[in-house]
């Protein structure tokens, strides 16, 4: 029996082949940002009680610096701005946790 796509599942795959083809750097980027980000947000769930920040705010920089890359290559303006923003409260947020300020 010969499988057939649905359209809404066509409608996917075509859309991560064009992320893919379309910039193959900001896809790699964007590929680097999402598993740092799932990676920092898992430790802090499962360590919610005494979450080691000093490992979560480096992994989550990790995450928006290569996001920031990914954004400026395909031109993405406001995901820009905020994952900026992002990048300073993380460099805040680590410094804190270490007693910097």
Do not use: H
């Given at each position: 029996?010969?499988?057939?796509?649905?359209?809404?599942w066509?409608?996917?795959?075509?859309?991560?082949?064009?992320?893919?083809?379309?910039?193959?750097?900001?896809?790699?980027?964007?590929?680097?940002?999402?598993?740092?980000v799932?990676?920092?947000?898992?430790?802090?769930?499962?360590?919610?009680?005494?979450?080691?920040?000093?490992?979560?705010?480096?992994?989550?920089?990790?995450?928006?610096?290569?996001?920031?890359?990914?954004?400026?290559?395909?031109?993405?303006?406001?995901?820009?701005?905020i994952?900026?923003?992002?990048?300073?409260?993380?460099?805040?947020?680590?410094?804190?946790?270490?007693?910097?300020?």
């Open positions: 029996m010969q499988e057939t796509k649905t359209p809404f066509t409608g996917v795959k075509q859309f991560w082949v064009r992320s893919y083809t379309s910039d193959r750097r900001a896809f790699a980027a964007e590929t680097i940002a999402s598993v740092a799932v990676t920092g947000n898992t430790m802090l769930a499962l360590t919610a009680n005494a979450p080691p920040m000093y490992l979560i705010y480096p992994i989550n920089f990790v995450s928006a610096v290569f996001s920031v890359y990914a954004y400026r290559r395909r031109g993405l303006a406001w995901p820009l701005v994952t900026g923003y992002f990048i300073l409260m993380q460099w805040f947020g680590f410094g804190r946790s270490l007693g910097w300020w």
